[in-house]
C-alpha cells in the first residue's frame, strides 16, 4: 500500500479546460512537493508547500497543502498539451525517507 | 552542467546475473537516493546516503545493495538479478531531503530476462 494516493490515475482533456488531481495520506508530512515527469526523463520539481493551508501559484497551476498537512491538490486552469505529463507528488516525514504518490497521467488533446 | 548522471541508460541481465548501476553528482550535494519506478505506483525509494560512509534503507531495499565512498558517487548494486527487478531506476540527489529540491537523473531501464 502506497503512503500516498492520486487520483485520478490517468486523465484525458480537451485544450482549454480545467482539472484538480488530488494527493491523499492518512499520515502527516512536513512538506509535500510536486514532480512532473515527461517520458524517458527525471521528475522535475514544480513545487513545494510547507505550510498547513499554503497556496502556491506558478502560472496557471496553483498548488494547495492541507490543513492537517495531509493532502494536496493540483489544479491547473486551461490546459495546454504541453502540461501533459506524469505529475507526481512527494512528501517528507520525521527523517531523511521521502515518499512519493501513485501518478497521475495527463493528456491533454489540442 | 551535468547535474545527475546515471549509467548505462537501458540494460538487459539474465536471472541470477549481478549488475551495478551507476550514479554521480556534481553539485556538492549529501543526500542522495535510488528509487525505482513501476507502471501505477509511482517512485519508491531503495536505498538513500546522507553522505559519504552513511547509508540506510528505504521502502524496498531487498535485492539491492550500496555504498557511499565519495560524496559524487552512489553506486547501487544487484547481486542476483531477478524478473521482479524489472524496473526504471532513478538517482537522485538534494542538499536535503525534505526541504530542497531532488534533481533526478534520465533513468536507467532495467529487464531482467
Known amino acids: 500500500t502506497q503512503l500516498l494516493e492520486q487520483s485520478p490515475q490517468f486523465l484525458s482533456i480537451q485544450e482549454g479546460e480545467n482539472l484538480t488531481v488530488y494527493c491523499n495520506s492518512s499520515s502527516v508530512f512536513s512538506s509535500l512537493q510536486w514532480y512532473r515527469q515527461e517520458p524517458g526523463e527525471g521528475p522535475v520539481l514544480l513545487v513545494t508547500?510547507?505550510?498547513?493551508?499554503e497556496v502556491k501559484k506558478l502560472k496557471r497551476l496553483t498548488f494547495q497543502f492541507g490543513d492537517a498537512r495531509k493532502d494536496s491538490s493540483l489544479h491547473i486552469t486551461a490546459a495546454q498539451p504541453g502540461d501533459t505529463g506524469l505529475y507526481l507528488c512527494a512528501g517528507g516525514r520525521t527523517g531523511n525517507q521521502f515518499y512519493f504518490g501513485t501518478g497521475t497521467s495527463l493528456t491533454v488533446i489540442p | 552542467n551535468a547535474g545527475v548522471t546515471q549509467t548505462p541508460k537501458f540494460q538487459v541481465l539474465k536471472t541470477g546475473q549481478s549488475m551495478t548501476l551507476q550514479c554521480a553528482q556534481d553539485?556538492?550535494?549529501?543526500?542522495m537516493s535510488w528509487y525505482r519506478q513501476d507502471p501505477g505506483m509511482g517512485l519508491r525509494l531503495i536505498h538513500y546516503s546522507v553522505g559519504a560512509g552513511i547509508t540506510d534503507q528505504g521502502e524496498v531495499p531487498n535485492g539491492y545493495n550500496v555504498s557511499r565512498s565519495t560524496t559524487e558517487d552512489f553506486p547501487l548494486r544487484l547481486l542476483s538479478a531477478a524478473p521482479s527487478q524489472t524496473s526504471v531506476y532513478f538517482c537522485?540527489?538534494?542538499?536535503?531531503?525534505?526541504?530542497?529540491?531532488?534533481?533526478f537523473g534520465a533513468g536507467t531501464r532495467l529487464s531482467v530476462l
Open positions: 537522485a540527489s538534494s542538499l536535503h531531503p525534505r526541504r530542497d529540491i531532488q534533481y
Open positions: 508547500v510547507v505550510t498547513g493551508g
Open positions: 553539485m556538492n550535494h549529501e543526500y
